[in-house]
């Protein structure tokens, strides 16, 4: 398999578009904002990656984006950066399929719908809010801004989101369903999600996020979109490289099959549930980046991997891994940046019940 | 000549308002029926009781007490998926040497709404962290991956109300280009309180049993349920000699780009999608024994689906079976593509329960009596919001 | 502030249009359509806000139809519900 990724557009905590994503992986950290969040009667204060959708307005006007949630709006950002990236016009999107990830939906318009119930009464429900509540309303408003009227799809497995995308978008191109998919994955933090984090692991520690310290807990959530534009092999090199393969698979059942020549890039973003994965099946003789860091815990991240990875082979540098990521012996982690040389890049996400998958790109 | 793998429909499990198992769907849509009650497992203050196609209240999961650690939405889809596999003669060992995937449509399934977690949680109460881990355990493919161990393609398809019809054309693409000997493809939906206030709010309920294509329609009634298809590669079902229900020939779906909840009124998506799946599988009209449309009642999509299957299907007789089990959301293209094989094995579909009065201003009608098919192919299609259109189409198992 | 200012407000407020004033709003102007060229799924949202700022319910896109004519015919509708 070959499929030639042409274009790249993403937003998250450290900003929005390949300049700032490479910025922000040169300087090896990222700040997260801090969101006050009450649990139990405490005032506490969380820090969340959190993403400014402003510059969607660059390319979308505001009576356009009326209905367009926060959840939409980092989507769209990310289809619209990624067709700019890819140097294509969003007159171009006619025939485009829009193939979209997502691990919780649209969280926050699904709680202030229950607001608008809760409030004032059945009766009282917003019709706008519960039409912008369904998963699939990202990619519902990526097709109406842009006018795509290829296939459409959303897909929403937690961790597995982007994995199980991606894998029907390239065998959209495979079987040549239809020429060029935009493909990608949102998911947003809300204050539901915050609560829910305070009950379940407590307070982030002081040291921040620490992917590589594996058996430990110290996830910061995050919120972002990343886009693709992605076709065949047109036989002309695309400088972001072509997608491989995608692997699935079940650490109850045996661990991923990994090429010597790959390089890691670990889906690792600080929960111990799925972090105790990793360190069973990553081998010592494989360079090993994460860069989580940089943005953040949530289900589609391995999107951001993703894209790290393509630009990774466009510059043919493999980024070194943020500062603090922590350390897990038996790791060859990449501190210094050095050359790719010819390796592949590999991708691997684990969620916490041992599913996995995992995504390898190759250079041009 | 398509050279492509043909793919084997083998077994299918299905449970309804209609009934508990296949069987029991089948003898309510070409009986009878069932009517709409107003909902017994939740309430709401609205001035009317929208009435619902609720499973039966006996429901049960092989028997056992209810596994409240699971959303209802991921027991429906474990429920049809083992009677699937025994209607294909499969058993767990059968599943575990083989390239098994799992493609499952749902709405609810997915989604993190539970009231009285967020009424807590808005209270500054301490709720009971639960409902979030239930929503954690209730992805209706992981569960079916997990349940039987499998290790293929595990997708679970969130596009609203196409995500039953969009799966199985998805998990049948898996087969037909050798990914996967066979795939567990459908999709699954409960009935929940927060979709029925939804929809309501949008003025597409009818208060009374739904009337698909009706002069008379005022909208859809909600659902819930599932069915699974066993897909499979024709190949592995002929080394195992088990017959085939139906072949899977052709899966064709387009985006409207029109409008978050209103079909294009030109139907341009479902027009995009038909013909790609005739296209897919090389059918031509004249092929086409019935199409089982999504029909919900509700004056626009009627309207647009009348006009798309008289432009593109002139003649061709359609019918609706959400008089039958409701709008079930993202089981209802899998339930529709269950019934839709059962017709083509009877030579047979079924009157559409709720319509009884021809629309003057639609240019096409579904049938009014059981009427014998004659075809070698049937289509079953869905539309859904934010502009998703699908139509899987599947031809008959014995030559 | 009249019932024809509240609803203006109310509906640039509930549907999000920022960039237009309620002065541009004319009284007589189409809601759908034309003038404000507003939506199906901005009457159902309409429907509610009615509901819920004015305490008059529309039972069905029929009366929306009626209604929603423009502001003076929202106006005039509300006026006459409440008087009942």
Redesign the interface.
């Known amino acids: 398999m070959r499929i030639a990724v042409r274009g790249i557009g993403i937003a998250g905590g450290f900003g929005c578009g390949v300049d700032q994503l490479r910025q922000a992986i040169v300087a090896r950290e990222s700040a997260p904002q801090y969101v006050a969040l009450?649990a139990?009667?405490q005032d506490l204060e969380m820090p969340v990656f959190l993403c400014d959708t402003t510059p969607i307005e660059k390319f979308i006007s505001k009576r356009a984006l009326r209905?367009v949630d926060h959840y939409s709006r980092m989507a769209a950002l990310g289809s619209c950066l990624a067709l700019e990236d890819a140097g294509r016009q969003p007159q171009d999107a006619q025939h485009l399929a829009?193939v979209v990830a997502?691990g919780?939906?649209s969280?926050r318009t699904?709680?202030s719908?229950?607001?608008s119930?809760?409030s004032d009464?059945?009766?009282c429900?917003?019709?706008t809010m519960?039409?912008?509540?369904?998963?699939?309303?990202a990619?519902?408003?990526i097709?109406?801004l842009?006018?795509?009227?290829?296939?459409?799809?959303?897909?929403?497995?937690?961790e597995?989101s982007v994995s199980?995308?991606l894998?029907?978008a390239c065998?959209w191109l495979?079987?040549k369903h239809v020429d060029a998919v935009l493909f990608g994955s949102v998911d947003e933090y809300c204050s539901?999600l915050g609560?829910?984090w305070q009950?379940?692991f407590g307070q982030a520690p002081a040291a921040g996020m620490q992917p590589l310290e594996l058996e430990n807990q110290s996830a910061v959530a995050g919120e972002g979109a990343a886009f693709f534009l992605l076709t065949r092999d047109e036989g002309d090199k695309p400088p972001y490289g072509y997608v491989t393969d995608i692997k699935?698979?079940?650490a109850?059942?045996s661990g991923p099959e990994i090429s010597e020549n790959s390089l890691l890039i670990l889906g690792a973003d600080g929960h111990k549930t799925s972090g105790i994965h990793y360190a069973r099946f990553i081998p010592a003789r494989n360079q090993t980046a994460v860069y989580t860091p940089l943005y953040g815990s949530f289900p589609t991240g391995s999107a951001f991997d993703m894209a790290i990875a393509a630009l990774s082979i466009k510059e043919s540098n493999i980024f070194a891994t943020p500062k603090h990521a922590g350390d897990h012996s038996g790791l060859n982690i990449v501190r210094t940046e050095q050359s790719l040389d010819s390796k592949q890049i590999s991708c691997l996400k684990f969620g916490c019940?041992g599913?996995f998958g995992m995504i390898t790109l190759v250079g041009a | 000549m398509n050279s492509t793998p043909t793919v084997a429909v083998s077994g299918i499990g299905c449970l309804c308002a209609a009934g508990m198992n296949m069987q029991a769907c089948m003898q309510s849509i070409t009986g009878n029926g069932c009517a709409p009650q107003p909902p017994t497992r939740f309430s709401?203050?609205?001035?009317v009781a929208y009435p619902v196609f609720e499973v039966p209240q006996q429901y049960s999961f092989g028997g056992a007490a209810r596994n409240s650690d699971t959303l209802l939405t991921a027991d429906f889809a474990l429920t049809a998926t083992l009677e699937a596999l025994a209607d294909a003669g499969l058993s767990r060992a059968d599943l575990q040497d083989k390239r098994v995937g799992v493609c499952i449509g749902t709405?609810v399934g997915?989604?993190?709404?539970n009231?009285d977690f967020?009424?807590q949680?808005?209270q500054?109460r301490?709720p009971d962290?639960k409902a979030?881990t239930r929503f954690?355990n209730s992805?209706p493919?992981?569960v079916i991956?997990?349940e039987f161990?499998?290790?293929?393609?595990?997708?679970?398809?969130?596009?609203?109300c196409s995500s039953g019809t969009?799966a199985i054309g998805?998990g049948s693409?898996?087969v037909r280009?050798g990914i996967c000997d066979i795939v567990l493809a459908g999709g699954a939906d409960e009935l929940c309180r927060?979709t029925y206030?939804?929809?309501?709010?949008?003025?597409i309920t009818d208060e009374s049993h739904c009337k698909p294509f009706d002069a008379e329609r005022?909208g859809l009634n909600l659902g819930e349920g599932a069915a699974i298809l066993v897909l499979e590669s024709d190949d592995l079902c002929r080394r195992r000699q088990h017959p085939r229900r139906a072949v899977m020939l052709g899966y064709g779906?387009?985006?409207?780009?029109?409008?978050?909840?209103?079909p294009a009124p030109d139907g341009?998506?479902l027009k995009?999608a038909i013909a790609t799946a005739l296209a897919a599988c090389e059918k031509s009209v004249d092929d086409v024994a019935f199409v089982n449309a999504h029909g919900t009642g509700t004056p626009n999509n009627d309207r647009v689906e009348s006009r798309v299957l008289n432009e593109l299907l002139p003649g061709v007789p359609f019918l609706s079976t959400k008089g039958y089990t409701g709008h079930t959301l993202g089981a209802a293209g899998a339930i529709e593509a269950a019934f839709t094989v059962a017709c083509l094995e009877e030579g047979k579909i079924p009157t559409s329960a709720g319509f009884a009065n021809k629309d003057r201003e639609l240019p096409a009608h579904p049938v009014q009596h059981e009427t014998a098919v004659s075809g070698a192919v049937a289509i079953s299609q869905s539309l859904?919001?934010?502009?998703?259109n699908a139509a899987v189409i599947f031809g008959k198992g014995t030559h | 502030m009249t019932l024809n200012e509240k609803l203006k407000i109310t509906i640039i407020e509930e549907l999000n249009l920022e960039e237009i004033t309620p002065e541009e709003i004319d009284d007589d102007a189409p809601l759908f359509g034309d003038g404000l060229a507003l939506?199906?799924?901005d009457a159902?949202e309409l429907?509610?806000q009615v509901q819920k700022y004015f305490g008059v319910e529309i039972k069905?896109?029929e009366e929306g139809r009626v209604a929603f004519q423009s502001i003076n015919a929202l106006g005039h509708f509300i006026e006459e519900r409440q008087a009942a």
């Open positions: 009450k139990d009667h209905r829009v997502s919780y939906g969280t699904t709680f719908f229950l607001d119930v809760f009464g059945d009766a429900a917003s019709p519960f039409s912008n509540s369904v998963h699939n309303a990619a519902a408003h097709s109406i842009l006018n795509a009227r290829g296939p459409n799809l959303t897909v929403s497995q937690f597995m199980s995308a894998f029907t065998r495979q079987d539901v609560y829910s009950r379940f699935f698979g079940r109850q059942r019940n599913e | 709401s203050d609205h001035a709405t997915s989604a993190m709404n009231e967020y009424w949680y808005r500054g301490h962290m979030v954690l992805n493919a992981q991956g997990q161990g499998l290790t293929g393609p595990c997708q679970t398809v969130v596009n609203a969009d998805l693409s898996w280009s927060v206030n939804g929809f309501i709010s949008l003025m005022k779906s387009a985006c409207d780009a029109y409008h978050l909840t209103a341009r998506g995009a859904a919001f934010g502009g998703n | 939506d199906s799924l159902v429907v509610v069905d896109m």
